[in-house]
Structure formats: structure tokens, C-alpha cells
């Protein structure tokens, strides 16, 4: 799901996509996301999903495909409350959509860790064990890392330095999911577990 903003965070750097920063704005709207047509567009979240499904689907894993291509579009919709008007529909330049949640520091903040805690408890379901206690714990690094990076952390100074930070937190993130799975690996069969090496989650 989070691949297009890796993708981002690549483009974005080599100037091909353009992002300034604006260090006079509050929060998130210091990220002044000005053209991004090829990782944040509708028409590109359709096509890099559609691109995940059919590549999953030639390697034998059809339903693997499914739930990656569903996560990896997903993206733009998620995007869409939260971004100022600067979601592209197909052209960078053309028009652009977003809600704008972003304008209230406090509230989004407050409504994406609605969201993280909603997940987690929907995922808490189907959980147990050391997996749930891992999980436990990676929702609260989750929570301090958004409050450190929405109300602590200094903007970057530049916008390479924003994109090495931003991939080592999706990585991180990556890494964390993969650390949380580990008891499967030794007892796939623990109690409610199966499903979750099933869901989009893993292949973030
Ligand atoms: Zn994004």
C-alpha cells in the first residue's frame, strides 16, 4: 500500500516528480506535493494496481494479486480525505482533488490514529499469542513516530533529506510487519493466525 509513496520519495528527489517544502506552513502542509502524476494520480493507482494484480497472477498467485492490487490502488483513496487539492487525476497538471483534512493539524492527526487503532482492532480479531503482542507493540512505535514526526521533528532541510527519512520509515515499517509475522514461521497453525499470512498487511 505503501509503494507509491517509496515511488514517490524516488521521483520525487530526481526532480521527475516535484515536491517543495514550505517550512512556514503548519504540519503536513509543509509537504508542498505540486506534481506527482505518476505515483499519486487516480489514473496511476489504477494502473500500478492493475500492474501488481496481473504480475502476481503470472507468477501462479491470483488471490496474492487481488489483495497487492487492492492495497496498492487503495492508496489514492486513503490519500484522498487527507491531501490538499493536489491529488491528480491523470495529468500532473490537469485537474486535481483532494479534501484537505491536513488543514487541521490536531485533526488529522487525530483521525489517523482513529484509523491505526480501528486496523489494529479489526486485525486484533484474528490474532493471538506472541503475534498479537508483537502487534501490540509496533501500533504504539506507530503512534509515538507519527506524534515525534506531525508535532516534534524539524522539517528536513531538503527534500533528499526528506526522502532518505521518509523510506527509512516505510522500511522500517516493512520490517516491523515482517518482525510481527515470526511466530508463524514456527507454528503457522497457532489459533486464528492462518489468516493473517493471507491478508494485503504482509506486502506492504
Ligand atoms: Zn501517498
Known amino acids: 500500500m505503501q509503494a507509491v ?19 512556514e506552513e503548519p504540519g503536513l502542509l509543509k509537504l508542498g506535493l505540486e506534481y506527482m502524476p505518476f505515483s499519486h494520480s487516480l489514473a496511476a493507482a489504477l494502473g500500478w494496481g492493475l500492474a501488481a494484480f496481473l504480475v502476481a497472477r503470472l507468477a501462479g498467485r491470483p488471490k496474492l494479486g487481488l489483495a ?6 487503495s492508496h489514492w483513496f486513503v490519500d484522498l480525505p487527507m491531501h490538499t487539492e493536489d491529488l491528480p487525476i491523470a495529468s500532473g497538471d490537469g485537474l486535481r482533488v483532494g479534501l ?25 480479531r484474528e490474532i493471538g499469542g506472541d503475534v498479537r503482542r508483537r502487534a501490540v507493540l509496533v501500533v504504539w512505535a506507530m503512534a509515538a513516530m507519527q506524534t515525534i514526526t506531525v508535532f516534534v521533528a524539524p522539517l528536513p532541510a531538503t527534500v533528499l533529506e526528506l526522502a532518505i527519512a521518509s523510506q527509512a520509515g516505510f522500511f522500517g515499517f516493512a520490517a516491523a510487519a515482517w518482525w510481527i509475522e515470526q511466530p508463524l514461521q514456527s507454528n503457522p497453525h497457532a489459533a486464528g493466525v492462518q489468516r493473517l499470512a493471507k491478508t494485503p498487511r504482509n506486502n506492504k
Open 68 to 73: 497487492l492490487g487492492l492495497a496498492v490502488a
Open 100 to 124: 484537505g483534512m491536513w488543514k487541521s493539524q490536531v485533526g488529522s492527526f487525530a483521525f489517523e490514529l482513529a484509523f491505526l487503532v480501528a486496523g489494529f482492532t479489526i486485525l486484533a
Open 5 to 23: 509513496d517509496v515511488l514517490f520519495f524516488v521521483l520525487a528527489p530526481l526532480g521527475v516528480e516535484r515536491l517543495v517544502l514550505r517550512p
